[in-house]
């Protein structure tokens, strides 16, 4: 029997390691890591649907991880709220992923959190960081990813918020807007 659990544990070892590990890909070169394909990300909103980022090409994509606990994640939200409403005619969307353990914050939880500071940037789940950690080695919240139109991460992700909400969502803005005029440049040379 015990044979038996070991012989199970190890085959959920290797598969998990399997997954990470077609998911992406990574080369050392010069002492670092260099990134050589889109992380896979692939999560479940808070009414069970699920959300595969590579179904979405064609829209920019801002993908904020946090947490109902870290304090600079719900300011982080706030901007990102409002930055929502500037882009709701643009081909930009907004994802919250949330780092928190389903014993900590349920569902309904993260619903409650969301209706009590006035959200409505859709909540995907990542209780396990399996995707976070495509992104990052360590926790460090609040952390945005950003993906081009095409499809591709857009390096680097962008850890914290210890600016000014309106210096940060100026940074942010920076961001969306080169990612939408690199993707239409790039449709137009097509």
């Known amino acids: 029997m015990k044979k038996q659990v070991c012989c199970q544990v190890l085959f959920c070892c ?18 670092g890591l260099i990134r050589t394909d889109t992380p896979i990300v692939k999560l479940q909103d808070l009414d069970g649907r699920f959300y595969d980022i590579a179904d979405l090409r064609g829209n920019v994509l801002l993908l ?16 990102l709220e409002e930055l929502k409403a500037e882009y709701r005619d643009k081909p930009v ?13 349920s569902d309904k939880k993260l619903k409650a959190y969301l209706k009590e500071n006035n959200l409505t940037i859709s909540v995907l789940r990542d209780p396990t960081q399996t995707t976070y950690l495509q992104f990052a080695k360590r926790t460090k919240l609040p952390m945005m990813a950003f993906f081009g139109k095409s499809g591709r991460f857009e390096e680097p992700t962008q850890v914290g918020m210890s600016s000014s909400s309106d210096n940060y969502k100026e940074r942010v803005r920076a961001r969306l807007d080169a990612l939408l005029v690199e993707s239409s440049t790039a449709a137009n040379d097509q």
């Not at 904020?64 to 901007?79: D, H, M, N």
């Open 93 to 105: 969307k907004f994802f919250w992923i949330s780092v928190d353990n389903p014993g900590h914050a």
């Open 14 to 31: 290797v598969l998990f390691v399997g997954i990470l590990a077609a998911g992406f890909h990574s080369i050392r070169a010069q002492g």
């Open 64 to 79: 904020s991880f946090g947490a109902t606990w870290c304090q600079f994640c719900t300011k982080e939200l706030g901007a």
